[in-house]
């Protein structure tokens, strides 16, 4: 792989860059692999990198149906946060977070890490007691966050109106070293990094059959044949459900649509995000200008990746009350992704009833900013058969009650 640099820049600036390699090679499948990870999104991709980097395995293939991040990492709103409540969610979410700050200089792509800070708005007496909680919590944690009040709210977002008609901002859950990414390079630099390691990359190859002998899998049937494994990783979010019916075992999740838009663009004006979960909204400003806004899940179950006017509508109605200038931008474009809902509203990185077989679902719509812990400690999972990041994220939980309830530290926005 060739290092990315200035000099290189440089260099094939020079010579009118014909030398760039492609990023990833085009593989094709081969008849056996130690471990296949089905879904070449964002989870996928971390889970194959972190079984190369962290425990030497890398006869391994990532398939998928479509085409390389075109799922839910192409089509969130790239926030990353780890403010959450309960130790099991607040460890793995921060794993997320630190591992995003190194990832561009781990994976030698930039992907455009910005740590602009994340505050979560509270405009009901019940969210300042619920977020203050939380602040608490954190601390317990190590995570650094803090309650902040009104006016410092206004001091970071000059914009925002405080007194709505409805709702008036009553303070913030603000984590200064939360923020975004570009949820394509992070596809890409994965990518890039285990095709790098051996790794194949495998494009338009969808499965259909998880074949079996004993009660362990041996491999899967796809539209380009047969291929063989060992160990098989699940990571295809809104779609778990559909390959846990091809396995024989059925998930606690229910799928559903998650809707956003962006506007036009516009000079700068709002360099933090803010989520506002009362009035189901958040928004924040990307690098070309986009005002990026997204909302809350459809009330009902669905696979639609178009979006609704309904939906966008309820969302705006309620920004335009926070933030008026926004009342006065058109909408450029609006889109949806499929998103992967439990009970509880926390993962499942988990064994299965099937022997070999690992599932990693259940995100809902917080699944970007867990991606590099997610990978991390679904790939320790797959190769040792327990991780500490993952072992409270277990199917046996729904079983025995043991339930991480994050609705509150989740909200609209997960």
């Known amino acids: 792989m060739k290092k990315y640099s200035v000099f290189a820049v440089a260099r094939e600036a020079m010579r009118h860059h014909t030398g760039w390699n492609r990023a990833w090679r085009d593989a094709q499948p081969k008849k056996h692999y130690d471990a296949i990870i089905i879904g070449a999104g964002g989870h996928g991709l971390a889970t194959a990198y972190y079984l190369g980097k962290n425990f030497g395995i890398t006869n391994v293939a990532i398939l998928e149906k479509g085409w390389l991040g075109g799922g839910n990492t192409g089509r969130n709103t790239t926030i990353i946060r780890s403010n959450y409540l309960q130790d099991p969610s607040a460890a793995i979410y921060e794993k997320a977070r630190s591992l995003y700050e190194t990832m561009s200089q781990d994976l030698n792509y930039n992907v455009m890490f910005s740590p602009r800070g994340v505050i979560m708005l509270a405009q009901t007496e019940h969210e300042v007691r ?181 939906h966008i509508e309820e969302t705006v109605r309620a920004l335009v009350e926070t933030f008026p200038m926004v009342s006065r931008l058109k909408m450029l474009r609006q889109w949806g992704g499929i998103v992967d809902v439990t009970g509880d509203r926390s993962p499942i990185l988990s064994k299965t009833p099937v022997e070999g077989i690992f599932i990693n679902s259940g995100w809902g719509t917080g699944g970007f900013k867990a991606i590099p812990g997610s990978g991390w400690g679904f790939a320790e999972l797959m190769a040792k058969g327990h991780s500490p990041l993952t072992e409270a994220f277990g199917l046996n939980r729904f079983q025995e009650g043991r339930f991480i309830d994050e609705s509150v530290a989740a909200g609209v926005a997960h």
């Open 130 to 310: 619920g977020y203050k909680r939380t602040a608490h919590a954190n601390m317990l944690q190590g995570v650094t966050t803090e309650f902040i009040s009104p006016e410092k709210v206004k001091e970071l977002v000059p914009i925002i109106n405080l007194d709505g008609p409805r709702y008036p901002v009553l303070g913030g859950l603000w984590q200064a070293r939360g923020g975004t990414a570009r949820h394509d390079a992070v596809a890409w630099g994965y990518a890039r990094a285990c095709s790098d390691m051996g790794m194949d990359v495998i494009q338009k190859c969808e499965v259909t059959g998880i074949r079996q002998e004993n009660g362990k899998v041996v491999g899967v049937s796809t539209n380009r044949g047969d291929i063989d494994c060992d160990k098989l990783g699940m990571v295809v979010a809104g779609h778990s459900g559909h390959l846990a019916d091809m396995a024989g075992f059925r998930l606690p999740i229910e799928s559903v649509a998650l809707q956003a838009l962006v506007s036009e663009p516009i000079k700068p004006c709002m360099d933090v995000v803010v989520m506002a979960n009362t009035v189901h909204g958040y928004m924040s400003q990307s690098d070309k200008g986009e005002m990026v806004i997204g909302g809350g899940t459809d009330g009902y179950n669905n696979y639609t990746q178009r979006g609704s006017f309904h």
